[in-house]
């Protein structure tokens, strides 16, 4: 029992090493015209509910 944790950790360390693949630098895509869109209505409903919450607040 002595040797069989020690020899797993081998084991696990040499076939990780094996089979592990090279680091592939992801390569950023294209915004499309849809995503600028809902983006841009997010952002306008933002700052709008932005608006709203300090004239509630300001009322007070």
């Not at 592990?20 to 895509?29: T, V």
């Not at 700052?47 to 300001?58: E, H, P």
Request: hydrophobic share 55%; aromatic share 16%; with cysteine.
């Amino acid at each position: 029992m002595r040797f069989f944790l020690p020899l797993t950790g081998v084991f696990v360390l040499a076939g990780s090493r094996l089979f592990a693949d090279g680091f592939d630098r992801p390569i950023p895509q294209a915004q499309s015209a849809t995503a600028e869109f809902w983006y841009a209505l997010a952002c306008i409903t933002l700052v709008a509910s932005m608006v709203a919450v300090q004239w509630l607040v300001s009322r007070r």
